[in-house]
């Protein structure tokens, strides 16, 4: 039997609708793990909401925003004949063997018909029974009766093991024909509310709000539940009624007996018969598990000849007693009844009379917490080509059940079989387990939905093999952390995505325990995926981070590209900065770590090193606000970026340009603190100022016919600047030989000579003050000289250097330069020099360089 496909031979019966035929044997009978060769690793695309997947069993799956033309249609349902085939698919699949006749259901008529009336009115209704009263069974018939009732016919559910959202996609792949699509929430709930079917839900495992959240999503189903009186109720406002399903009565239940032994009852068997059915309160399989140990008593009373003594010797006559021996022997060898507390827990007495492949079997389910393997595995784990028989021996027996599309032990056989020593050597089939599922899963020609449906099992492994963990020797791997790495991204590529998550978990588990850092790193990145594609932002972001750290620091950039992708995708649609570990840099790389936001400014401004300047000219810079929205805020990354960095160096302009004017007009107005300062004994005549389009400074210039010694007379320069307001243009007044007009003499007074003396300044080499400084005015506003009312203006506006070597020039700032040569030797006169203060290397003046006026 192919364990890759389900064809009708898989089911127990070949294509014409016969029991299948024995088949030859297989060669070889078990997979060699160490020697096949590596296969291409399988990767699948699939669409979850509006992000393409693509699973990647190496790096780790990839996720992205879908593109328009990936994105699927909207699901149709299925056709008819493909309902069919799913509703086939799951049913667990018939027993190799003889093909067996079904036995009528006893006394479960009236809750049958109850049933079957309520859900043709549309209602939902809960079937309440214990395990082993036959609850499975009543359903699979009430399915059968419904099959007309509802447009999208019936469709079979295992609430084993499963929540809410994990039953709304069954229930929605189901009907629907969406390979590799799995709608987010609010598509999901759109398509389910248009489902009408008839919904079998078995063995569900919860109830109340979550109950009602599965029923609340699916308006146009009726459900019929079955569940253990264990399960919490539905509650008050879902409008279930309970059918709860008892115990057989005596008489039926010897019924029962005797359809299971194929015989009437003895006697002794009868009362047998009544004290078990008195111990177990009627319960069916307790019968159906009697009716197999009455068989086995059979077999072994009449020996391995019977046969033939019954047929060509002596044979008994029809109205013989069963007791009677077969051919007249008296001899032959009594078998007792099994006693009352065998027949109550008869797992570990039917076991023993079992085949070796049935016992096998019975110690894999043990190891696997009550999985059994598929029937097509079993050949390859028990290590017999004909092992897959052994199902229907303990399907015969009662000691397994079904659940869903595959089988379990049925209640109560896991403790009693642990009790006899079944689960002894538990570790060792659970490692075998592991080992066949790993190569299964890993294998080209394997479906991602086949290993979905052994998902249970090998969950099973994996939390066997978890906890005792070690790490491995040189050059060796971890059957567990292997299993884990094999089979989750199946589980993916299945849409079995809670299988996948527990996988993931258990796997990660194994990775840390076994000190395997890579793999750590695998796990952790597809937990992240996973939550991101449920919508579990932060949980997405810390398995990412931790990811992309593990990576960073193995040095695989492959990994790091995809942790850092996803984690991109995640602040994105959380409206965040990615967090440090997005933009960590891995080995022998540097990677910036500017950030997505825009820098802001702290309350205060920008904190300099210099004193709190009260009057400066105000600075005003853009300051981005906030983003409105998370999307006005990711439009681009590489344009914020760039903003940011606009916003830096603007920023770090006005800071300078802050700093330099407050350091210019503090130190200005600081410079009044020596009572000494020439600068504070202002003559009467205004400084010297460069003037209007011209480059000096008010200066004469030395003119090329002076003779050598004179010094020329100071011009006059106009101050009325006319009817325009601007010095230098036509409309000025022309200066007079009045006395009355200030003297624009640099230095203010007369040599002994009678006459001013000028000598030649050098301009300034650098300005003293930025463009837009303001300049400090005048302390004493000028007035006209009183002292020379009789010094005429000249014309002259140059007058020739006087070079004076024997006095050279000094920046002393408590003395000035003299413009005429020597001092002069009286102490009561004072020169000034008319230059511009200079300026110091790093472009501010001296303390004392302002401009000072001679005074007298």
Request: include cysteine; hydrophobic fraction near 35%.
């Amino acid at each position: 039997m192919d364990p890759n496909t389900r064809g009708p031979e898989e089911y127990g019966h070949d294509a014409d609708g016969q029991s299948s035929r024995q088949r030859p044997p297989r060669d070889p009978l078990t997979p060699d793990f160490g020697q096949h060769s590596p296969a291409l690793a399988r990767t699948v695309q699939l669409v979850s909401g509006d992000f393409l997947l693509t699973v990647n069993p190496v790096d780790g799956s990839e996720i992205e925003i879908c593109p328009p033309a990936e994105r699927p249609a909207r699901p149709e349902k299925l056709t008819p004949a493909a309902r069919a085939e799913t509703d086939r698919a799951a049913k667990p699949p018939v027993p190799p063997g003889p093909t067996r006749t079904a036995q009528p259901l006893l006394a479960r008529q009236d809750e049958r018909e109850q049933l079957v009336r309520k859900l043709a009115r549309g209602r939902s209704v809960r079937l309440v029974g214990s395990p082993g009263a036959g609850r499975t069974s009543l359903l699979d018939l009430v399915a059968d009766d419904c099959a007309d009732l509802a447009p999208d016919g019936v469709v079979r559910l295992t609430g084993f093991h499963r929540g809410p959202a994990d039953l709304l996609y069954d229930l929605f792949h189901a009907v629907h024909n969406a390979p590799l699509h799995r709608p987010d929430q609010d598509e999901l709930l759109t398509l389910v509310r248009e489902i009408g079917a008839v919904v079998v839900l078995d063995d569900i495992e919860f109830g109340g709000a979550a109950l009602d959240e599965l029923l609340d999503a699916t308006p146009e189903c009726a459900f019929v539940i079955g569940a253990t009186p264990d399960v919490p109720a539905p509650s008050a406002e879902s409008g279930i009624e309970d059918v709860v399903l008892g115990g057989l009565d005596r008489a039926d239940s010897v019924e029962l007996l005797e359809r299971g032994v194929g015989r009437v009852l003895t006697e002794d068997e009868l009362n047998w018969a009544g004290d078990l059915w008195f111990e177990s309160e009627g319960l069916p399989l307790r019968f159906v598990q009697a009716g197999a140990l009455l068989r086995q008593r059979d077999r072994m009373r009449a020996g391995a000849d019977a046969v033939d003594e019954y047929v060509f010797e002596d044979a008994a006559p029809a109205d013989a007693p069963f007791d009677a021996p077969f051919g007249g022997d008296a001899g032959a060898e009594e078998v007792p009844l099994p006693s009352l507390g065998e027949a109550a827990g008869p797992a570990p007495l039917l076991a023993s009379r079992l085949s070796a492949s049935a016992r096998t079997t019975l110690r894999f389910a043990v190891a696997l917490g009550g999985e059994v393997p598929h029937q097509a595995h079993l050949p390859a784990l028990v290590g017999d080509t004909h092992a897959d028989a052994a199902l229907g021996e303990l399907a015969d027996c009662g000691l397994v059940s079904p659940v869903g599309s595959r089988y379990r032990l049925a209640a109560g056989v896991q403790a009693q079989l642990e009790a006899a020593g079944y689960g002894e050597d538990l570790q060792d089939h659970a490692l075998t387990a592991a080992r066949h599922y790993t190569w299964w899963a890993g294998h080209p020609s394997v479906t991602p939905e086949r290993v979905c449906a052994e998902a249970d099992a090998v969950l099973a492994a994996l939390g066997v093999l978890v906890p005792g963990t070690t790490p491995p020797g040189e050059g060796e791997e971890s059957p567990t952390v292997r299993l884990g790495h094999t089979a989750a991204p199946a589980f993916a590529a299945g849409l079995h995505w809670s299988a996948w998550e527990r996988a993931l978990r258990a796997g990660a588990e194994a990775a840390r325990l076994a000190g395997d850092v890579y793999e750590q790193a695998y796990f952790h990145h597809e937990l992240g995926v996973l939550a991101l594609c449920e919508g579990r932002l932060d949980r997405a972001r810390t398995e990412l981070e931790t990811s992309v750290g593990l990576r960073g620091a193995l040095s695989d950039k492959r990994g790091t590209v995809a942790g850092r992708r996803a984690l991109a995708l995640v602040s994105d649609r959380s409206g965040t900065t990615p967090g440090v570990a997005a933009f960590a840099a891995t080995a022998g790389e540097e990677v910036s770590d500017a950030r997505y936001e825009e820098s802001q400014s702290p309350p205060g401004g920008v904190p300099t090193p210099f004193p709190p300047v009260t009057d400066t000219t105000t600075l005003v810079t853009h300051q981005a606000s906030a983003p409105s929205s998370p999307a006005a805020s990711h439009k681009g990354r590489g344009g914020v970026r760039q903003f940011a960095r606009r916003n830096l160096v603007a920023a770090g302009a006005g800071a300078l340009l802050v700093a330099v004017l407050g350091t210019v007009v503090t130190l200005g107005a600081t410079s009044d603190n020596d009572p000494d300062d020439p600068s504070t004994q202002v003559g009467v005549n205004p400084s010297a100022s460069q003037g209007i389009g011209d480059d000096s400074i008010g200066a004469d210039k030395a003119g090329g016919d002076e003779k050598p010694g004179d010094t020329g007379t100071a011009t006059s320069r106009p101050t009325d600047p006319g009817p325009d307001g601007t010095l230098g243009t036509s409309d000025d007044p022309t200066p007079t030989d009045g006395s009355t007009e200030p003297s624009d003499d640099p230095s203010g007074t007369q040599g002994s000579g009678g006459s001013p003396t000028h000598s030649p300044t050098k301009p300034p080499s650098s300005p003293t003050k930025p463009p837009s400084s303001p300049t400090k005015p005048p302390t004493t506003p000028p007035t006209d000289d009183p002292t020379d009312p009789t010094t005429p203006p000249t014309d002259d506006p140059t007058t020739p250097p006087t070079d004076d070597p024997t006095t050279p020039p000094t920046n002393s700032p408590t003395s000035s330069t003299s413009a005429s040569g020597p001092a002069p030797s009286s102490p009561t006169q004072t020169t000034s020099s008319a230059s511009a203060p200079q300026t110091t290397d790093a472009g501010t003046p001296p303390s004392s360089g302002t401009d000072s006026d001679p005074v007298i």
